[in-house]
């Protein structure tokens, strides 16, 4: 008996993170990539960007995709410029999305929240889909319990238009909850990172780096350090196909890798 595959279109095909979600798709063999759009390959093919993908035309903007090819699930690794429209876009459609791009104001989605109760779809915005990173922050949470002196490290490849990085700031808030708010200041702020809910955030940007994260916690003669690597995209994917796959599950926003797991 065949099994009826989940429709997908992707946002950003063409990017870093697209492309891969576009290779992840293809070889899921309960998912079909019915669509791609890209602003910055509008009207070429998927196949002369994405190695081994079919000839599939890249639409120019989100709501073309969604018309041309009725998507089950969205996902969308476009920029933080573009996210928020492209959210609007799949909720005007009725069409539920996957969300890895940053920067989404998610105190502005009430009423797409709201609307999307009611429509029986989901919206599911996981800053990081790495199933390791989001042990980190559960581990990071934890720890603060007991040792409240922390600071984040994290680390990001050089074309990375945001920071501190999405990851950082949500860790920094769920230490902030398990500790309450502590300034671990000092002399030279301007030396000392970026002040997140009183955590300590260091962002460095480098060629040759993916994504890393350190969260040092700091204690009477002792350190804890708890750090994940994203060596390659491809650790993002286990996580993207799972979003996907809970879709049919999901009213409304959900928020973090961690609510699905
Ligand atoms: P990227 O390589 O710059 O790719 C983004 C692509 O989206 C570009 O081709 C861009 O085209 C295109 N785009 C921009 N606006 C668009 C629109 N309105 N509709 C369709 N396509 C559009 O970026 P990336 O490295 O793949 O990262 C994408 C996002 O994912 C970033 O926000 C990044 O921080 C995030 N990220 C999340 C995770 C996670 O686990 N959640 C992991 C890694 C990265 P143009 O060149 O024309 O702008």
Do not use: W
């Not at 429509?119 to 319990?145: D, Q, R, T, Y």
């Not at 700091?218 to 993207?240: K, N």
């Amino acid at each position: 008996m065949s099994v009826e595959r989940t429709r997908v279109v992707v946002a950003g095909a063409c990017g870093r993170m697209g492309r891969e979600t576009c290779k992840a798709v293809l070889d899921a063999e309960d998912m079909e990539l019915v669509g791609v759009c890209d602003t910055a390959f509008a009207g070429g093919n998927l196949a002369d960007v994405v190695e081994g993908a079919p000839g599939i035309r890249i639409s120019g903007a989100l709501d073309d995709a969604i018309a041309e090819s009725s998507p089950d699930v969205v996902v969308d690794f476009t920029t933080p410029s573009a996210v928020m429209e492209n959210i609007r876009t799949a909720v005007r459609r009725s069409t539920s999305i996957v969300v890895g791009t940053t920067g989404v104001a998610l105190q502005d989605l009430a009423s797409e929240d709201k609307l999307a109760r009611e429509s029986g779809f989901g919206i599911l915005i996981a800053p990081n889909f790495a199933i390791g990173a989001v042990l980190m922050m559960k581990f990071a949470e934890e720890a603060s319990k007991h040792l409240p002196t922390v600071e984040i490290i994290e680390l990001h490849h050089d074309r990375k238009l945001d920071a501190p990085s999405g990851t950082a700031l949500i860790t920094a808030e769920k230490i902030a909850g398990a500790r309450g708010e502590v300034d671990c200041g000092g002399p030279q702020p301007e030396a000392r990172g970026a002040l997140h809910k009183g955590v300590r955030i260091h962002s460095v940007r480098l060629p040759g780096l993916v994504a890393h994260q350190e969260v040092i916690f700091g204690g009477v003669g002792q350190t804890l350090t708890i750090r994940h690597d994203s060596l390659d995209r491809t650790s993002f994917m286990p996580g993207v196909l799972l979003a996907v796959r809970k879709m049919k599950e999901i009213r409304g926003i959900v928020y973090g890798l961690d609510r699905i797991l």
